[in-house]
């Protein structure tokens, strides 16, 4: 009954595998399509790293703020 549904997805999948990536670059060459992929996956990177930074600072403040908090609600003796 479903049969027909393995086959179609198999031609969709195969029809349209690298056609957006020709059409971004206007038909270029496979040299410059994986040269446009490799600075695109270097400044994905670049993003990530400054992100992972980004994330330690925002860490590092929230335990300083747990710490200050537990000094404060301490009782003083």
């Known amino acids: 009954m479903w049969w027909w549904l393995i086959p179609l997805m198999i031609f969709l999948m195969m029809r349209g ?45 929230l335990e300083f703020a747990e710490r200050l908090l537990v000094e404060r609600s301490a009782p003083a003796t």
């Open 17 to 61: 595998r690298h056609r957006p990536a020709l059409r971004r670059l206007g038909g270029a060459g496979e040299r410059e399509i994986v040269a446009e992929l490799r600075r695109t996956v270097d400044d994905q990177r670049g993003c990530i790293e400054e992100l992972e930074g980004r994330l330690t600072r925002v860490e590092e403040g």
